[in-house]
């Protein structure tokens, strides 16, 4: 039986405002789960996580999660 490898995850901050922001821009910082400037939240690493973070990549800061 194959194993399953463990899923990537990528813990995503916010760290800059959203003040001169587009409204996408913001709905898109709302999706990804972020309520407040210095959150961190959380998700797997897939296409559309990715792509939402493509578009609100100068208001975000990324890192890889092993586990």
Do not use: F, Y
């Not at 194993?3 to 959203?18: E, H, M």
């Amino acid at each position: 039986m194959p194993k399953k490898s463990a899923k990537k995850r990528l813990q995503i901050t916010w760290v800059r405002s959203t003040i001169g922001c587009t409204q996408p821009q913001r709905g898109t910082i709302r999706a990804l789960g972020l309520r407040r400037r210095g959150q961190t939240v959380e998700h797997e690493d897939t296409s559309v996580i990715r792509g939402m973070i493509a578009k609100v990549s100068h208001l975000v800061a990324v890192e890889g999660v092993n586990e």
